[in-house]
């Protein structure tokens, strides 16, 4: 599923394509707030993400350490805190305001601290993490309203962020993942990355859904995150949110297991037909 806006979205010269693997980040300084392993040559630092003093020592390290900062990567979150099922008038609120807090605050006060540094060099990128293309979170309920608002509302920042950005020769967006078979996840569905299909389809399991059989490993987020940043056409996207499916179309990546899992069609085509089958749309 493409889900750039019609005011975003152009058609790559094939004589402008760069393959995947060619793709690099040579020299790049990237800050990832959320990340928990697989970055690569990376420097890890513990910040809460809550404290802007804090946020601004750490982006203040950054500049005394390296000079520059090329990629924000915005990826904290709060599903934790998710009281599913519970009416909004019956849930316990500081419980769901630490949702908010910590899957938008925690946004908020990374940009407001990393923005300056961001955007001392043209060629900036901002990137916000969110849940759910603009298509399908404009027609759709999260379920629980402190989510359903904090989700829309990053991918509203980058779409705020972008007007901005765009004045200075940077560029903000957003990217969705489909299902995300996280670690969390397969501890919580009680499976493995190496089980996790067979136990998606079986019939006699009531856990993993079947829906899981969609799911995709973070490793195609990341690969989304390197191709936009590598993409020399990449505020063309400014403002927009976009999906690891699309992006891996455009830029010629898969998943780990070669697939390209589109979990937003997927879920889509389940509205109309719940027996509809997930291998189909990997």
């Known amino acids: 599923m493409n889900t750039r806006t019609p005011e975003s979205a152009h058609a790559a010269d094939p004589a402008d394509f760069v393959p995947f693997s060619q793709r690099a980040l040579s020299g790049k300084v990237a800050l990832v707030a959320g990340a928990a392993h697989g970055a690569g040559r990376a420097e890890a630092h513990v910040c809460d993400q809550l404290d802007p003093a804090r946020i601004s020592q750490a982006i203040g390290q950054i500049e005394t350490d390296h000079g520059h900062l090329d990629i924000l990567v915005n990826d904290i979150g709060g599903e934790a805190y998710v009281e599913w099922g519970t009416p909004f008038g019956e849930t316990v609120l500081d419980t769901e305001m630490r949702l908010f807090r910590a899957g938008l605050l925690t946004h908020l006060h990374t940009a407001h601290a990393a923005l300056p540094l961001l955007t001392l060099n043209p060629g900036g990128l901002h990137i916000e993490i969110t849940d759910g293309t603009a298509e399908f979170n404009a027609s759709h309920y999260r379920e629980n309203v402190f989510l359903d608002r904090t989700k829309k509302a990053v991918s509203r920042l980058a779409f705020g962020l972008g007007h901005e950005l765009g004045k200075v020769e940077a560029t903000a967006v957003a990217i969705t993942p489909g299902w995300l078979r996280s670690e969390m996840m397969l501890v919580h569905f009680g499976t493995t990355e190496n089980d996790w299909m067979r136990d998606s389809l079986d019939e006699i399991r009531t856990e993993p859904p079947r829906d899981f059989a969609i799911s995709e ?66």
């Open 217 to 282: 490993t973070p490793h195609l987020l990341g690969r989304s995150v390197v191709a936009l940043a590598a993409d020399p056409d990449r505020h063309s996207f400014n403002s927009s949110t976009q999906d690891t499916h699309g992006l891996a179309v455009r830029c010629g990546f898969n998943d780990l297991d070669g697939s390209r899992p589109d979990s937003w069609s997927f879920i889509t085509a389940l509205e109309n037909d719940p027996a509809a089958d997930p291998r189909e749309f990997r």
